[in-house]
Structures are given as structure tokens and as C-alpha cells.
């Protein structure tokens, strides 16, 4: 498998995250122009606050840089993958929130409740997760079976099981120590289940094989680990202007990490076994692979 330059990959990323960032402001600008059943124009304003203000776009990039690897067009899955970010969004405007990581900066901007109020901000995320769910049944491209298997995927991977049940053990088990088997099990709900459906997805748009889905599944789970270990290194090594949002906020939270438990030389050294994992899980697919290996790579080694 040859591997993709950074620069070359850092160009399709952000290639990707402005065409996602594109469709995603002519969905919330239909809201505003034609009021959806009278939509507040102070909701939409801050679902555009939540969803529009950056961001690597990682997992929307893995739903259709899948989906194209399996012969399926980028036009044909932006729905399913706008969609996922929907659901990313809502949950950094959530996480955010006073109650929750008490944060007052996102991706370089004042957080959802801090430019509107904590009220707004709640609503504001709500809205962008149901918004999701309309999202996925608007690809003309995909069968009635399709559709109903990503809705089902999204919300068990969004959902108690995934997403949100993760931030509650990650919210539960603040100044605990904490093992590393917990730790784990927190990553692969809190951050690895969205990233797993994002390769599904695609998989799933894709008709693929069951052992095709089974191996971006496990690609998924693999980039989920590497994804949240690189970000609490991050948090300890990285000033806040270059993450775009409060550095050092896992130690001031008391977190349980496995920086906090191993050190940073153990959480590099895992990252490069991962990353190696994850080119494994990418084999079957041969050269077709590339831009997933470097995805991987990318977010091992990133700075932000």
C-alpha cells in the first residue's frame, strides 16, 4: 500500500471539508429563506454557529472517501455524510455547555451558548440531531433497506450504546483513576462509534460484501482509537491556539486518559501500533486504499 503525502492528503481533506461545509449551509440557508414551518431565525442562526465554524470534517471525509472507494460518487453519499456531521455538531454544542466540559471556545470561536444563550444552545443542538436523521432519507440513490439500516447504524451509534453514553461514563468517572480497560471502553463509545459508522456507512451506500463491511468496520474502530488517543496527547502538549479550544482541559477536569495513566511516550508508541493496525484492516482493498491510510496517519500525527 503506497502512502498518500501529507500535503497531497491535507488538500483532500480540506476539499472535502468545504464541500460538506458548503452543502451544510445551503440546507441550514433553505431553513432561513423558507422558515420551515415558522423555524426561529434565532435557531437557525445558532444551528449555522454550531455547524459552520470549521473543522477537519474527519468523519464526513470517511463516509465518502469510502463510499468512492467502493464505486459509489461523492454526490450520491453527501447527504449520509453531512448528516453524520449534524450529529458531530450537535454534540461539540452540547459538550460544550456549562453542565457538561464548561467550555467557552470552539475551533477558534466563542461556543454556541456563549454567542446566543445556554437555552439556544441546547435547542441548537437538538436541532442539528433530528436534522440528521431528515438527512439520511434524502438520497435518491439508496434503497428503502439502505436507508433504514443508516438510520439504525446512526442512532445506535449516536445513541445510550455510543456516543452519549460515553460522554456520561466519561462525565461519571471524572477524578476516579480510573483502569485502562474503562478508559478504553469510554473512547470506543464516546468518539470510536461515530468514526466506525462513518466507514460502515459508506459500506453500507456501497452494497458492499459483508467481509468488505467487516474489514472498514474494523478500519473504523481502529481510526476511532488513534483519533481520541491523539487528541488527549494533544490536550497536554498543544497550546490553545493551535487546537482552536481550551488546552490542558482533561487535567483541569480530572479526565481519566491514558496519557494520565501511561504517560505521553506510551500514548506515542501506541499510536504508531495503531496506525499499523489500521493499515492492516485496509489490505483487502490494495491500492484503492491510500486516502484511508493516510486519513489514519493523519489522525496519529496531526497538530490540531
Not at 1 to 23: I, P, R, W
Not at 71 to 93: F, K, N, Q, R, T
Not at 155 to 184: H, K, P, Y
Not at 218 to 244: K, M, N, R, W
Request: net charge negative; hydrophobic share 45%; with cysteine.
Amino acid at each position: 500500500m503506497k502512502h498518500l503525502a501529507h500535503d497531497a492528503f491535507a488538500k483532500k481533506l480540506n476539499s472535502c471539508a468545504a464541500l460538506v461545509s458548503d452543502y451544510l449551509d445551503g440546507v441550514l440557508g433553505e431553513l432561513a429563506r423558507d422558515g420551515e414551518a415558522g423555524t426561529p431565525q434565532q435557531l437557525t442562526d445558532a444551528m449555522r454557529h454550531g455547524a459552520l465554524n470549521g473543522g477537519k470534517r474527519l468523519r464526513p471525509f470517511l463516509v465518502l472517501e469510502t463510499a468512492q472507494m467502493l464505486g459509489v460518487a461523492m454526490e450520491d453519499v453527501l447527504d449520509i455524510a453531512a448528516a453524520l456531521e449534524c450529529i458531530h455538531c450537535y454534540s461539540l454544542v452540547h459538550d460544550d455547555l456549562p453542565s457538561m466540559d464548561d467550555d467557552d471556545l470552539r475551533r477558534g470561536q466563542p461556543t454556541v451558548h456563549i454567542a446566543f444563550d445556554e437555552a439556544t444552545a441546547i435547542l441548537a443542538g437538538d436541532a442539528l440531531l433530528t436534522l440528521a436523521f431528515d438527512l439520511v432519507t434524502r438520497p435518491a440513490s439508496l434503497r428503502p433497506e439502505q436507508k433504514l439500516m443508516l438510520v439504525e447504524k446512526m442512532a445506535r451509534a449516536a445513541g445510550r450504546g455510543g456516543m452519549v453514553g460515553g460522554q456520561v461514563l466519561d462525565l461519571a468517572f471524572e477524578n476516579s483513576g480510573g483502569s485502562a480497560a474503562l478508559i478504553t471502553q469510554i473512547h470506543a463509545m464516546k468518539t470510536g462509534a461515530l468514526l466506525r459508522f462513518a466507514c460502515e456507512a459508506g459500506a453500507i451506500c456501497a452494497s458492499a460484501s459483508l467481509s468488505e463491511r467487516s474489514a472498514l468496520v474494523q478500519y473504523g474502530e481502529t481510526i476511532g482509537v488513534i483519533f481520541q488517543l491523539a487528541d488527549d496527547l494533544l490536550d497536554v502538549t498543544a497550546s490553545t491556539g493551535t487546537l482552536g479550544k481550551t488546552a490542558g482541559k482533561d487535567i483541569d477536569a480530572g479526565k481519566i486518559t491514558h496519557i494520565a495513566l501511561h504517560g505521553e511516550e506510551w500514548a506515542r508508541n501506541r499510536l504508531s501500533e495503531l496506525v499499523g493496525a489500521a493499515d492492516a484492516c485496509l489490505e483487502p482493498f490494495g491500492d484503492c486504499a491510500n486516502i484511508l491510510s493516510a486519513a489514519a496517519h493523519f489522525a496519529a500525527y496531526r497538530d490540531h
